[in-house]
């Protein structure tokens, strides 16, 4: 029926606004490691210092030491993280670039 004409068409345009938004010719890029990749599989990485051992106003707010864990995410412009909750302290240290984030109460 013309009803389902009308879909048709209408999820066509969409898919084709879709296309116009993706550009396909660029990559997403998104590596992830963890279990404290960076002082335990990636040492030689580590050893050249590009990422600090530890950050000290860190260590007094969060009243722990040294982190427990260095781990590792490497992403560009495109790569999104989903939305998750993590179970322990994080401090997020941006070498190049810029990260968004979206923070909630942790009562949602």
């Known amino acids: 029926g013309d009803n ?17 938004k993706l550009d396909l010719g660029d990559p997403v890029v998104y590596y992830s490691r963890q279990n404290d990749c ?3 599989e990636m040492k030689k990485l ?4 590009l990422f600090p051992n530890t950050f000290q106003f860190a260590e007094d707010a969060f009243g722990t030491g040294p982190p427990d864990a260095i781990n590792l995410w490497i992403g ?7 939305m998750h909750k993590d179970h322990y ?13 979206v923070l909630c109460p942790p009562s949602d």
């Not at 560009?76 to 989903?82: A, D, G």
Request: glycine fraction near 4%.
């Open 4 to 20: 389902e004409d009308d879909e048709c068409n209408g999820a066509k345009h969409q898919d084709s606004i879709q296309d116009e």
């Open 38 to 40: 960076l002082q335990t």
């Open 46 to 49: 580590f050893s050249h210092h």
């Open 76 to 82: 560009n412009e495109k790569s999104v993280s989903s």
């Open 89 to 101: 302290e994080n401090l997020f240290y941006v070498c190049s670039g810029q990260k968004e984030f």
